[in-house]
């Protein structure tokens, strides 16, 4: 119910309005953003990559409802990724990309400005040396974002993409993606969504979950395990073994600021463990889906605000 009403939250102007103008304490959102410019991105790229953990970097923005701001979240993906290449932070540092900042949502012709655009931010990740992988939003964009990754992994073959294991559909969509040199990231999912498409019991999204990795680890692909869930960390492992895959023909992903000593435990055991770093101003929705995922960080949220 709590989740509903965060994920609820999430997309409402009013609450974006109110919360984003509202005295938040600092600490809060730097517990899961990196900080507001390319530079707070490159710092704390540079602590993680120093610390042996890979790293995938998120310019935060989505929803976008005009084409300059469509363009603009662009050009911030230019110039993170030549800052990056500057850096000589490619190798452990790629960037993660929501269609929708791009401009997947315009009326008319979105799904094409989003493909235009995530040409571009793919050929600057080529220039630099790194990959792009497409996030997934609400099950109404999976079809277009499976569409442009096609489309995308014409020239740029190294192009991953998310898939949600709460989706119904995913299955098949594993299957469809556990080809050779596909990246396949797989997360539970993270909005709120109908019953007639995505499981609603969380026991029923773990065994999606892990029939899904079973289908990947089976597969030819590169899965990426994005979880904080220590069963499901376990499995993967365990199924790693099961389908002959050496250290280094997967990965396992967390957030940036979730379950910190597990990641540097993994990559202590010589694992590769990439951390997902959201930076920018536009954290609204991604700190509201942080907060759904679990009723302690809102605890944390509220008592933040209460001790200022
Ligand atoms: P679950 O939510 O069951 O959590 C398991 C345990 O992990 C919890 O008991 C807690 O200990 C810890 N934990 C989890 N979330 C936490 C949090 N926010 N704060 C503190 N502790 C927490 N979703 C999506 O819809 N589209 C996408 O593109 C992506 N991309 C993405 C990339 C990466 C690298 C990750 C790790 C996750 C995503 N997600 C996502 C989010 C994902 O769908 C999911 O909402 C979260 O990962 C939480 O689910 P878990 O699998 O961690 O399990």
């Not at 310019?59 to 363009?71: F, M, N, V």
């Not at 979105?110 to 990959?131: F, L, M, S, V």
């Not at 600021?257 to 920018?280: I, K, N, S």
């Amino acid at each position: 119910m709590l989740r509903r009403v965060l994920l609820a939250a999430s997309r409402s102007e009013k609450m974006k309005n109110a919360i984003e103008t509202w005295p938040v304490s600092r600490s809060v959102v730097r517990r899961f953003v990196a900080g507001t410019s390319v530079d707070d991105a490159i710092r704390v790229t540079r602590l993680l990559t120093n610390d042996g953990l890979l790293v995938t970097l998120d310019h935060l923005g989505e929803d976008t409802l005009d084409r300059q701001q469509a363009d603009a979240t662009r050009d911030a993906y230019l110039v993170l990724l030549q800052r990056l290449a500057e850096a000589g932070l490619t190798e452990g540092a790629e960037v993660s990309l929501k269609l929708s900042a791009i401009g997947q949502a315009l009326p008319g012709d979105g799904e094409k400005i989003a493909c235009e655009n995530a040409y571009k931010i793919c050929e600057a990740a080529r220039a630099a040396g790194t990959t792009v992988t497409l996030d997934m939003e609400d099950h109404t964009t999976t079809d277009s974002t499976l569409a442009i990754l096609r489309e995308l992994r014409r020239d740029f073959p190294w192009v991953g993409a998310v898939l949600q294991a709460y989706l119904k559909r995913t299955e098949a969509d594993c299957r469809d993606l556990a080809y050779e040199g596909s990246r396949v990231r797989l997360c539970k999912g993270a909005y709120a969504e109908p019953a007639s498409v995505a499981y609603q019991d969380e026991h029923e999204v773990d065994r999606s979950y892990v029939r899904c990795l079973k289908i990947l680890m089976g597969g030819r692909g590169y899965p990426m395990v994005a979880t904080h869930d220590p069963r499901l960390i376990e499995i993967a492992g365990a199924l790693a073994v099961q389908f002959g895959r050496d250290q280094g023909t997967y990965e396992y992903q967390m957030l940036y600021g979730v379950r910190t000593e597990a990641q540097r435990r993994l990559a202590g055991a010589g694992e590769r463990m990439r951390v997902y770093v959201p930076y920018g101003q536009q954290w609204y929705g991604y700190l509201m889906r942080r907060l759904a995922e679990r009723p302690a960080n809102l605890a944390f949220f509220l008592r933040s605000l209460a001790s200022r």
